[in-house]
């Protein structure tokens, strides 16, 4: 269940709030893109990447946290930085792990916020949120027990700085958890599933009577020329993918200690890519709950299988997703 952006066309227009008139991405910076992209997503954001606050999703998140983090740690307030709609925060809250924290929740996105926001009333759970760049967080230094982020570093341009910041804004002795982040060997590896994927789907569905099940264009489901150019802006927020003994050193070159790097994910994430790329190339209502389920149940043998066998033998560079987790040492 990697939760990264798929090919585009997941967007669906009649959600869309802000796509009003043509975008000319090459006036723009990095970080506006990444605004301008993650407002347009925010409203049908969920939906694409199948998130939920059930128990399918509060397993994922507790499972990641819970491969670093142990049973019994409290946290007094927590920040999730690169928030989006609160996915990672709000199942955590929902799974246990974050028992009595104030929770508080930053992006770049204020779209993106108040689904959030919406989400943690509609889950019982107070989210003070704030619109901000992960570089120069809107905190005070030594404020929050616990960060946390989901699937974001990955777009920001130094990622680094990132890092330092939420070392700036954790209290000395704090925790940092960061998941769901691409390996750079992994990645290419799951392109290839990607693409590979997509050429025999569009193959197959080439067959006269089978191009039906073809998803619609955005024009062809009601997009604006808008739309389609912030879709476009897809493959340009995705900026980095990493090794895993490079994002100990950073974390250990901004002061952190007792730095750890997980990877997971193997055959899951082939076969989660492949689900994917599927799902976002066919036209809603084809494939029904009968192929969520099968898929959904045979991402979860594959992942056992990731972590009870082929983790012993496999290089953790290999692997998709990475977790890092690190503390802030006390002052001396």
């Known amino acids: 269940m990697t939760v990264h952006h798929l090919p585009v066309g997941d967007h669906d227009p009649a959600n869309d709030r802000s796509a ?8 723009l910076d990095i970080k506006s893109k990444q605004e301008l992209y993650h407002d347009w997503e925010a409203a049908s954001y ?22 670093v983090v142990p049973e019994g740690a409290g946290f007094g307030s927590v920040l999730e930085v690169g928030a989006g709609t609160g996915f990672f925060l709000i199942n955590l809250a929902l799974g246990e792990c974050l028992d009595g924290a104030r929770l508080h929740a930053t992006d770049i996105s204020s779209k993106m916020l108040e689904v959030c926001r919406r989400n943690g009333e509609e889950h019982g759970l ?9 570089e120069s967080l809107p905190y005070d230094d030594d404020s929050v ?31 940092l958890v960061l998941a769901g982040e691409p390996t750079e060997l992994g990645d290419k590896l799951s392109w290839m599933v990607k693409r590979t994927t997509y050429r025999a789907f569009r193959a197959v569905t080439a067959v006269p009577g089978l191009t039906r099940i073809r998803k619609p264009s955005i024009r062809e489901s009601g997009g604006s020329e808008a739309d389609e150019v912030l879709a476009g802006l897809e493959h340009e927020v995705d900026l980095h993918t990493f090794r895993p003994a490079d ?14 790097v ?14 994917r790329t599927i799902e976002g190339s066919t036209a809603p ?34 692997f998709y997703n990475l977790i890092l987790h690190a503390r802030k040492p006390y002052r001396s």
Not at 20 to 27: F, L
Request: aromatic share 12%; proline share 5%.
């Open 20 to 27: 009003t008139a043509p975008v000319d991405p090459a006036r």
């Open 46 to 67: 969920e939906e694409k990447f199948s998130i939920s606050y059930d128990q399918r999703c509060i397993d994922y998140a507790r499972d990641r946290f819970r491969k």
């Open 126 to 134: 107070d989210i003070e949120t704030r619109q901000g760049d992960a």
């Open 145 to 175: 027990d616990l960060v946390i982020g989901h699937a974001f570093i990955h777009h920001l341009p130094v990622p680094g700085t990132a890092i330092a910041e939420m070392y700036r804004v954790l209290k000395p002795g704090g925790t």
């Open 247 to 260: 994002v100990e050193k950073t974390a250990r070159l901004v002061g952190f200690r007792e730095v750890e």
């Open 262 to 275: 997980v990877t997971e994910e193997l055959t899951a994430n082939w076969f989660g890519w492949a689900v």
């Open 285 to 318: 209502g084809v494939l029904g709950a009968r192929w969520a389920y099968g898929a959904f149940h045979g991402y979860l043998t594959l992942q056992r299988f990731d972590d009870e066998v082929l983790s012993r033998v496999v290089p953790r560079e290999v």
